[in-house]
């Protein structure tokens, strides 16, 4: 418990912009809905084409929908220009705003929709104008309903918020995408425990200035009010320093190797004189589209996830020119330069226990092809959509069971209790050999390999301290110490470090 | 059916035609296929009592809110002081129209006070406290209800506020729509008596939709009957007493005759 409670303390910078982020969602949602709403108020058509469009809206994934706006962003850059953020607060702010809007119309127009007719008439028996009767009347009286809306906008959006750590905007998801990649269970809860306390607080005081609407007591709205007014002004204050444009963003994907690379990178260039912010769990897809406009400055990224998912190239031509050809493609379109191959492949591989291998008498990707149908194969949540699967599916004609999603980090828990009898594994984990694992052969070479590569956005191409600072780090790490540096940040015992650690130690093996 | 009655309705007021306040000329409301009211002819003196009498659906609340059109005439015009309402400024309009309806329609979020000052602050002016307590005084209400909430009075009381509300704008008409439909009998006989006291202090026009004969005979100085649409009659109390109107207007002062003969037939066997 003391634990989580010191990760929390630390939380200040994340918890700030956790609040910023959030406010201004819903402030923007406020600011849409209400207006929408008078005009549904006034038109049925307009309520039902809002209210179904906000309804819509609710049923895209919030990880989905914070996601989306990254290629959208991309294509109004042709409109805004080259300056418009892709990745981080706009997105974020864009899709929660999107989230917010339901609860606030929908409340907004029930509101207008169950005003008395009869208090209506009245106000236009007295002579009021429509704006008379908007500001008097229905204003005044739809408020507890409307500010009812707002709150939940609010619990809703404070919960969503944290998944905006997957589009590299910093919040309370950090620690829980960090404690998720890494099995640091205190993270995980101190991140939760800072998000649900924040929505409680929230909930509470917009609940007394939905109270105090409800009963028209002018101190309790007020003091409600009031208290939001403080707790945004704080966090706008604590917020005051922010990154400036000399900072180098290092992103990293959702798995402790790209974790542990990123400190590797970072912990150079802030020896090389650098200042350094990281971008912590973002998704794989944005990765790459993020290096090269420079909303990102620095991934480690994989020569078959380039090939494959860039590239969209499906033949095999072998390792070095794989690479080869992958440097001179980002060169010509994309602007994103490549530094250098770290030494040490991360590929796909299909991974079985060696128990259960033994008994099926399976060593190779052909000796299974029989008995697939009857397995149940694990992948990372993007596995089975992705062109490898496919290449090996046709490959060797193989036909299997069920297929099960699991985060990385469940993905071997699930292949050690049985749950599924083979997964897609990557041959630079550590817990592969500690856990007595086997991986198949690929007798066929149907995966491609995944040299790891250090990415230079177009921004940072040409910075030769930034070069020398990293130019040591190429081919430099061997798969051994990797799996051995990856298995020291995934082990559930009481050996279990941070990724700084375990890149510092990286560092030392590496002679630096 | 009115159409041939037309000239005769007309003539029995001809001396005021000139100087109506509120003239109907062939005033008609459709919605879709239903007729609420079919092109009514009328002329509303100032200063008259005119009691607005018919069953439910027969287009007298259809025709008393095409005066402040709150109901818009699809056929037709109505004539405030000689102009067509549908072409005055309409919030204008309205705050010269006292209104008062069953719903009453207190504001529950303002005070007494500030329900009785909204028509003038709607107009940018503040009524004064010692007008809102002579409005209050005037409805017989104590001066110290100013600042109680609506939903701390009775219905009565309630509606005397909204009496108020609808005389402090100093309007040219007041009308009034069911006023009393929601009140015990009690209340109600006694607010009854004293709007037509009032209306007789401040010199006020009135017209009152009700469906109730007896408290339009009661009250009113004349009495217009109304059924499907048409206007089927147009008489003094006294006359309607004395048997004319039509079947209609007959029918509707039967109903209170029939009750107060059967009430003094049991007072004298009792």
């Not at chain 1, 649900?196 to 007591?217: F, H, I, P, S, Y």
């Not at chain 1, 290449?391 to 050690?416: H, I, Q």
Request: aromatic share 6%; net charge negative.
């Amino acid at each position: 418990m003391g634990e989580i409670f010191d990760i929390m303390l630390g939380l200040g910078d994340k918890f700030a912009a956790h609040i910023v982020l959030a406010a201004s969602a819903i402030g923007l949602g406020i600011l849409v809905a209400l207006p929408l709403a008078i005009w549904a108020s006034r038109s049925p058509t307009v309520a039902r084409l809002t209210l179904g469009f906000a309804s819509l809206v609710q049923t895209i994934p919030a990880l989905a929908l914070l996601a989306l706006f990254f290629p959208i962003l991309l294509s109004l850059r042709a409109v805004f220009g080259e300056d418009l953020p892709t990745l981080g607060f706009l997105p974020a702010l864009l899709a929660l705003a999107l989230y917010a809007l339901l609860p606030i119309l929908r409340n907004a127009v029930t509101a207008q929709a169950n005003l008395d007719p009869q208090l209506l008439e009245a106000a236009d028996g007295v002579g009021m104008t429509g704006w008379q009767k908007l500001r008097f009347v229905e204003a005044p009286l739809s408020a507890p309903f409307i500010m009812a809306g707002i709150r939940t906008a609010s619990v809703w959006t404070i919960g969503a918020a944290t998944l905006s750590t997957t589009i590299g905007q910093p919040g309370l998801g950090d620690p829980i995408f960090a404690g998720l990649q890494t099995q640091n269970w205190a993270l995980v809860v101190a991140g939760c425990l800072a998000s649900a306390g924040l929505a409680l607080a929230a909930d509470a005081l917009l609940g007394m200035v939905e109270r105090g609407l409800a009963n028209r007591q002018k101190w309790q709205w007020s003091a409600g009010l009031l208290g939001v007014a403080l707790g945004l002004g704080a966090a706008l204050y604590a917020q005051g320093g922010g990154e400036d444009e000399d900072t180098i963003i290092i992103a990293s994907k959702q798995f402790s190797e790209n974790l542990i690379l990123s400190r590797l990178i970072g912990s150079q260039l802030e020896d090389a004189g650098y200042s350094v912010a990281y971008r912590d769990g973002l998704g794989s897809a944005v990765v790459h589209s993020a290096v090269a406009s420079s909303s990102v400055d620095i991934s480690v990224d994989y020569t078959g996830t380039i090939w494959t998912n860039e590239m969209k190239r499906t033949d095999n031509p072998g390792r070095e020119a794989m690479y080869e050809t992958i440097v001179q493609w980002e060169r010509e379109n994309t602007g994103i330069s490549i530094l250098g191959r770290l030494g040490f492949e991360n590929a796909y591989a299909f991974a079985m226990r060696a128990d259960r291998a033994a008994e099926l008498g399976a060593e190779t990707l052909e000796d299974i092809v029989p008995i697939a149908p009857q397995l149940t194969f694990g992948g990372d949540p993007e596995f089975f959509e992705r062109p490898e699967w496919k290449a090996v599916r046709d490959a060797y004609g193989l036909r299997v069971g069920e297929t099960r999603n699991f985060s990385p980090t469940f993905m071997y828990n699930a292949l050690k209790s049985g749950e599924a009898d083979a997964i897609s594994a990557y041959t630079s984990d550590g817990r592969l050999a500690v856990d007595r694992f086997i991986i198949l052969e690929d007798p066929r070479e149907a995966l491609p390999s995944y040299d790891a590569m250090v990415m230079l956005s177009p921004r940072v191409s040409d910075d030769a301290a930034l070069i020398e600072a990293l130019e040591p780090l190429v081919g430099a790490i061997p798969v051994e110490w990797m799996r051995e540096a990856n298995y020291s940040v995934d082990r559930e015992d009481n050996e279990k470090v941070t990724p700084e650690v375990a890149a510092e130690r990286l560092t030392e093996k590496i002679g630096l | 059916m009115l159409k041939g009655r037309q000239l005769p309705i007309m003539s029995a007021h001809d001396e005021s035609a000139s100087g109506a306040l509120i003239r109907f000329e062939n005033a008609e409301r459709r919605y879709g296929e239903v007729v609420a009211v079919g092109g009514v002819t009328l002329d509303i003196t100032a200063g008259s009592f005119v009691a607005l009498v018919g069953s439910s659906g027969s287009g007298k609340s259809t025709l008393l809110k095409m005066v402040n059109t709150l109901v818009k005439p699809t056929g037709g015009r109505v004539l405030f002081a000689g102009d067509d309402v549908t072409t005055l400024p309409q919030a204008k309009l309205r705050r010269r129209v006292g209104y008062v309806f069953q719903g009453i329609g207190l504001f529950p979020h303002y005070t007494v006070a500030e329900n009785i000052a909204m028509g003038p602050r709607l107009a940018g002016e503040r009524l004064a406290d010692a007008r809102i307590a002579e409005l209050l005084e005037l409805v017989e209400l104590e001066r110290d209800m100013a600042s109680r909430m609506p939903d701390e009075l009775s219905g009565g009381q309630r509606q005397r506020v909204g009496v108020a509300r609808a005389l402090a704008n100093d309007p040219e008409i007041l009308i009034m729509d069911e006023p009393f439909g929601a009140l015990d009998p009690i209340t109600r006989d006694a607010l009854g008596e004293k709007v037509r006291e009032l209306h007789v202090k401040l010199g006020l026009t009135t017209v009152m939709v009700t469906h109730d004969m007896a408290e339009a005979l009661l009250l009113a100085d004349r009495v217009l009957v109304m059924s499907a649409g048409e206007l089927v009659a147009d008489e003094t109390p006294r006359a309607l007493l004395g048997g004319a109107g039509g079947e209609v207007a007959q029918g509707l002062v039967a109903v209170p005759r029939e009750q107060a003969e059967r009430l003094a037939h049991m007072e004298e066997h009792s």
